[in-house]
């Protein structure tokens, strides 16, 4: 902080951590996205289970497949990993924990279903490598599942940014009032200062003797007055 007034203290600059690893509300749920090629009867939903785990804040990509239509495999895509890391299995579909969030598969799937799911991370950085590795290693829904994931993520940024764009420039209005404030008392200071160098000492000394004077005869006056009741008179 810098000192900009008797006391005001202003920041002088804003933690990255603000801007670029705190886009995201930490319950923002997952994205999944299913196979084209999936039948039409099976389907999948995401949530955080019970909540978002505060202990692991990044972000995740999983791709979760059948080979026969029962039983499906869950596997991580790791920026800068060439090898999927397994995760669990789903044995018979249901719904399963893992990571933090909980996986249903609903229906009747068949041998070659294939889903991929998004967690988001708060930084940004971490969900634009997720969107590099999609596009490297394109997913189930091709390139459209990563950039539809990085669309809403950017545009949390975005909104993260502004925010701290908004504040800083609060910060600068109020220096340029603080600075206008201060260039008025300079001109104040200035003109008392200029009176009392350029003071006319002789004519001082005689309006302040003049004041006296009308001071005393306005006391004199009004001691006189309030003496003065109707006891007197009937007196």
């Given at each position: 902080t810098?000192?900009?007034?008797?006391?005001?203290?202003?920041p002088?600059?804003?933690?990255g951590?603000?801007?670029?690893?705190?886009t995201?509300?930490?319950?923002?749920?997952?994205?999944?996205f299913?196979?084209?090629?999936?039948?039409?009867?099976?389907?999948?939903?995401?949530?955080?289970?019970?909540q978002?785990?505060?202990?692991?804040?990044?972000?995740?990509?999983?791709?979760?497949?059948?080979?026969?239509?029962?039983?499906?495999?869950?596997?991580?895509y790791?920026?800068?990993?060439p090898?999927?890391?397994?995760v669990?299995?789903?044995?018979?579909?249901?719904?399963?924990?893992?990571?933090?969030i909980?996986?249903?598969i609903?229906?009747?799937?068949e041998?070659?279903?294939?889903?991929?799911?998004?967690?988001?991370?708060?930084?940004v950085f971490?969900?634009?490598?997720l969107?590099v590795?999609?596009?490297?290693?394109?997913?189930?829904?091709?390139?459209i599942?990563?950039?539809e994931?990085?669309?809403?993520?950017?545009?949390?940024?975005?909104?993260?940014a502004?925010?701290?764009?908004?504040?800083?420039?609060?910060?600068l209005?109020?220096?340029?009032?603080?600075?206008?404030f201060g260039?008025e008392?300079?001109?104040?200071?200035?003109s008392t200062?200029?009176?009392l160098?350029?003071?006319?000492?002789a004519?001082?000394?005689?309006?302040?003797t003049?004041?006296?004077?009308?001071l005393?005869?306005a006391?004199?006056?009004?001691?006189?007055?309030?003496?003065?009741?109707?006891f007197?008179?009937?007196?």
């Amino acid at each position: 902080t810098m000192q900009v007034s008797s006391t005001r203290f202003m920041p002088v600059s804003f933690p990255g951590s603000e801007i670029f690893d705190n886009t995201r509300n930490f319950d923002d749920a997952p994205t999944a996205f299913k196979g084209n090629g999936n039948s039409t009867s099976s389907d999948i939903s995401v949530a955080f289970y019970p909540q978002p785990p505060a202990q692991d804040d990044t972000g995740k990509r999983y791709e979760i497949s059948t080979a026969d239509g029962i039983n499906y495999d869950v596997v991580e895509y790791q920026p800068g990993n060439p090898s999927p890391r397994p995760v669990t299995s789903i044995l018979g579909g249901g719904t399963v924990t893992f990571d933090g969030i909980e996986v249903t598969i609903s229906g009747v799937g068949e041998p070659g279903d294939v889903f991929e799911v998004f967690v988001p991370s708060k930084n940004v950085f971490e969900n634009m490598a997720l969107f590099v590795d999609s596009l490297e290693r394109p997913g189930v829904a091709g390139v459209i599942g990563g950039v539809e994931f990085i669309i809403g993520n950017i545009d949390a940024a975005l909104e993260t940014a502004l925010r701290a764009r908004a504040q800083i420039g609060s910060q600068l209005v109020e220096l340029e009032q603080l600075k206008d404030f201060g260039s008025e008392l300079d001109l104040e200071y200035a003109s008392t200062l200029s009176r009392l160098q350029d003071v006319d000492y002789a004519d001082a000394i005689s309006r302040l003797t003049q004041q006296q004077t009308f001071l005393e005869a306005a006391q004199q006056s009004f001691m006189k007055v309030s003496g003065l009741s109707l006891f007197n008179f009937l007196s």
